[in-house]
């Protein structure tokens, strides 16, 4: 804590330091670290090409295949290997362009307060009306199934729960005195809404940052699932799971060992946000892990 | 006077209480309390007060602990309350030691009626009591708190009730079980001056009549000589002068109380306050000897070989000072009044306001307010809270949308809202807000807190701004590295000089200062008012100066507006309206102030006596 105090540096950090202490956020970083580098290592230390067929389907784990081979005859294992790249970019990106969709939202509405911030978050609720799957599916059917696509939609979906979070732990800060110093200093609005009052809720933003990671971890694994992601040939975590399901009972691990790296990163990620959830006060965690 | 000595309502005996890592926060600590007495304790912020004060009830906050001393309570030597189990401890509190919270608002449970809040102390220790029982003290204490005992009064909520009110069922859930000692933690921090003086009377009276012992932990001088018998000074975890209120007040005789004493202003005369130089050292880094030593104006060598031991100096009257007895710091020097403004007919007024109206919805917060404030002149506005007192100053500001009036600034119209105004307008009138924990973002660093106002009128390269922060900050008593701190590493004296360097740093003409002391201990308060007063003067600022504090008003201002539900009932000079009042509410807010007022308490104790005899 020496360093945070004597030298200035972005607030996420130093909360990200603290939350490091606790065990909780440590095993949720080794877990994230290992999906992660599993993910972008993976391609280059496969066995195999991940769409060559290289034996008969549905083959037991042997010295060749170590994981067995899937429903086509292609290696679980180089699948599993170079299937992980685009859960995890794709999750984290469209958390990120959900935050930044809803925390614009959430801040404008908290701080104009009347009619604005009513009419911003009755929109919000209409969207927050519609189940994420169902939303995307939507549009997905109707657009076509492009990466960019599914992770604007799902950013988009997630943007009414952010901005309501945001809006909930911004309405303490924007009646703050030096808010209204910077007001009656007629500072520019967006001046004020990110260099006053974002840095007083990246805390609470940070968690709910880790909570949207996870729910779209699941949103894209599903949508992948459905057929509505990654397309085959192409190697994906949530496209294994669907491939092979048909011989789940007798070939467990070609659905198995995707389904466990997708749950592991979720994990990992949900561990990192409960962990600085921890360092927040107990008036600021409840606004923050509101769900 | 000595007749038979009153029973003990609590003994404590060299009570220590550590920090979590170690060292202690208070040690050395003794005291009596006598049953129907009031122990005034008074410190300034971190000189331990309220450690002292929970650990009578045998709790320490934050992973502190009480590692050692004694605590009799009710005369029962044989059993020392620190030592009791838990459950032992949870049986005692409430019943035989009590405790009345600083914020009776978040004290008392918000979704309970008074009524239930009230017979749950009862039924929580005495789960026998027939209801009957239960109705018929719920009555007696609602009675000697001076509250309605009506069912009608006993089933509204908290919310439901003024401030006043609130601390009124705090105090009769604490004495509804007759404790032998109560613990009063600022009870009156927040709350009007005359709602202030009415608890106080309640206090002091139940005190008296049902023989119980009171510790009254406040940082505010002039509420112990208000209650207290006995008052008790503590400074760095130390006491360093008890005795009766009268002695003390009269001849203090540590440094410390003396200089306490020249910080408070005089509603009387206009004095020179004076400021303790430095600060207090933290637990941990304390000093070897006198902890005041490094303060102190007449400390030498001796002071700081060993640790002080406290001497008596008169029949209960004991100091920690090895120089006990010798002026260290004399009585402020009194000053003459300003001069009753001559008519000034030829320069128009800096701010001049005609007919303000502010109105939320069908209330009428201000209603056709008009005053002048002339150039380099100091304009007080007093007002109880809700007398609009700081709509008025931040309408000035322009964060009162809702505003109709005509206001002038340099001749010039202001807009209503401050984004409509010009820049020149914006830089020419500064504002400085209550609480210097809220006005400052506690995620910025003092550069760009005050960088913000730098920016916002100037443009100039980084080492260019930095050199006019720094300037900026030692013009106002800081050092040039606060510029690296967060506000949260600052003290609240030297938040609030960050918060005067920031409005300084726009070049104004105009001050607006709103209750900018009221957070803050004593002697901080007489720094800053200091501060501003050479501001005042090197700069030639205008000052509009909120307060409640009317001996604040008669040490800095010139000119008084006394506001009273929206309207202005009196505006003159400063001496004019303190000695010779001409409003009735003027006269009231006088008398309340002089309840307080620490000159005319040394002068009446006298009666006081003769009173008690």
Not at chain 2, 106 to 133: D, K, M, W
Not at chain 2, 248 to 265: G, N, R
Request: aromatic share 6%; proline share 6%.
């Amino acid at each position: 804590m020496q360093t945070a105090s004597s030298l200035p540096m972005p607030v996420w950090f130093s909360t990200f330091a603290q939350a490091a202490r606790y065990n909780r956020t440590r095993i949720g970083i080794a877990i994230t670290l290992l999906v992660i580098l599993l993910a972008v290592i993976g391609p280059f230390v496969a066995p195999y090409e991940p769409s060559a067929f290289v034996g008969k389907p549905f083959l037991k784990p042997s010295a060749d295949f170590l994981l067995g081979t899937d429903f086509r005859g292609r290696d679980v294992l180089s699948r599993l290997l170079g299937g992980g790249i685009p859960v995890v970019w794709m999750s984290f990106a469209s958390a990120s362009v959900g935050m930044v969709l809803g925390v614009t939202v959430g801040l404008v509405a908290a701080y104009s307060r009347g009619w604005i911030d009513q009419v911003l978050m009755r929109i919000m609720d209409v969207f927050l009306s519609i189940p994420l799957i169902i939303f995307v599916l939507l549009f997905v059917s109707l657009i076509g199934t492009g990466e960019w696509l599914i992770v604007l939609l799902v950013g988009v979906a997630h943007m009414p729960q952010v901005a309501r979070v945001t809006r909930g732990v911004a309405a303490d800060i924007v009646s703050r005195e030096f808010v209204e110093f910077a007001e009656a200093l007629s500072v520019p609005r967006w001046k004020i809404l990110f260099g006053e009052i974002l840095p007083n809720i990246t805390t609470p933003l940070l968690v709910e940052f880790g909570i949207r990671i996870v729910w779209s971890i699941s949103g894209i694994a599903a949508l992948s699932v459905m057929g509505y992601g990654i397309q085959p040939p192409n190697a994906d975590w949530g496209l294994m799971i669907n491939e092979n399901r048909g011989r789940i009972a007798s070939r467990p691990l070609a659905v198995v060992s995707p389904a466990l790296c997708i749950a592991l990163f979720a994990f990992g990620i949900n561990m990192i946000a409960e962990g600085i959830a921890g360092t927040m006060s107990g008036a600021n965690r409840k606004a923050g892990g509101e769900q | 006077m000595a007749e038979i000595a009153p029973a003990l309502a609590v003994e404590v005996r060299n009570l220590r209480i550590d920090m979590p890592e170690g060292g202690d926060i208070v040690d050395d600590v003794s005291f009596t309390i006598r049953a129907g007495e009031v122990l005034g304790l008074v410190g300034e912020s971190g000189s331990g007060k309220t450690t002292v004060g929970t650990a009578l009830l045998g709790f320490a906050r934050g992973g502190a602990r009480i590692a050692g001393g004694t605590v009799h309570v009710a005369g029962d030597s044989s059993v020392n309350m620190l030592d009791l189990t838990p459950q032992q401890k949870r049986r005692l509190r409430g019943k035989t030691v009590a405790y009345v919270p600083q914020d009776p608002a978040s004290a008392l449970n918000p979704s309970l009626r008074i009524g239930l809040q009230l017979s749950e102390v009862i039924e929580a220790h005495e789960p026998e009591t027939p209801r009957g029982e239960i109705d018929r003290r719920i009555e007696a204490v609602m009675q000697d708190v001076g509250l309605p005992a009506d069912p009608a009064f006993l089933m509204r909520f908290p919310h439901q009730l003024s401030g006043g009110q609130q601390q009124r069922i705090g105090i009769a859930m604490a004495v509804i079980l007759a404790p032998k000692l109560i613990v009063l933690d600022e009870p009156t921090t927040g709350l009007d001056v005359s709602t202030q003086n009415r608890i106080l009377d309640i206090v002091k009276r139940l005190c008296r009549e049902h023989g119980i012992g009171a510790l009254h932990v406040t940082h505010d001088l002039s509420v112990i000589a208000h209650i207290a018998d006995q008052v008790m000074v503590m400074y760095s975890g130390r006491v360093v002068e008890i005795g009766r209120v009268e002695t003390v007040y009269d001849q203090p005789c540590h440094p410390y109380t003396q200089a306490l004493l020249s910080a408070v202003p005089e509603l009387r005369y206009r004095t020179q306050l004076k400021a303790i130089p430095g600060h207090a050292a933290r637990p941990g880094q304390r000093p070897q000897g006198c902890f005041f030593q490094a303060r102190c104006p007449i400390a030498t060598q001796e002071c700081k070989a060993h640790p002080i031991a406290m001497t008596r100096q008169d029949a209960g009257h004991d100091v920690r000072c090895l120089k006990s007895g010798v002026t260290a710091i004399a009585e402020p020097e009194r000053l003459p009044d300003p001069l009753p403004a001559t008519a000034t007919s030829g320069k128009r007024p800096v701010i001049e306001v005609r007919d303000l109206h502010v109105a939320y919805g069908a209330f009428r917060v201000l209603d056709g307010v008009e005053f002048t404030v002339e150039k380099g002149e100091c304009l007080a506005i007093v007002g109880e809270s809700g007398s609009g007192k700081s709509t008025l100053s931040r309408a000035l500001i322009g964060l009162v949308p809702q505003q109709q009036c005509t206001a002038l600034l340099n001749g010039e119209r202001l807009a209503p809202r401050a984004r409509d105004r010009s820049r020149q307008q914006l830089q020419t009138m500064q504002y400085i807000f209550q609480s210097p924990h809220n006005s400052l973002n506690p995620r910025q660093t003092v550069e760009s807190i005050v960088g913000l106002v730098h920016d916002t009128f100037n443009r100039a390269s980084r080492s260019e701004r930095r050199q006019k922060i720094a300037e900026v900050l030692s013009q106002v008593g800081l050092s040039p590295d606060a510029m690296f701190a967060f506000p949260d590493q600052l003290s609240g004296g030297e938040r609030q000089r960050v918060a005067i360097a920031r409005a300084l740093m726009a070049d104004p003409q105009v001050l607006i200062c709103d209750e900018i002391t009221s957070a803050l201990d004593v002697s901080v308060q007489a720094a800053i008012v200091n501060l501003l007063k050479d501001l005042q003067q090197s700069r030639g600022l205008t000052m509009v100066f909120v307060t409640h504090n009317l001996a604040l008003v008669r040490n800095l201002a010139d000119r008084v507006l006394v506001l009273n539900q929206g309207k202005v009932v009196e505006m003159r000079g400063v001496a004019e309206v303190i000695d010779t009042p001409r409003h009735a509410y003027t006269k009231q807010l006088l008398a309340n102030a002089l309840v307080a007022d620490l000159d005319s308490r040394a002068k009446r104790s006298g009666e006081k006596e003769c009173l008690r005899a």
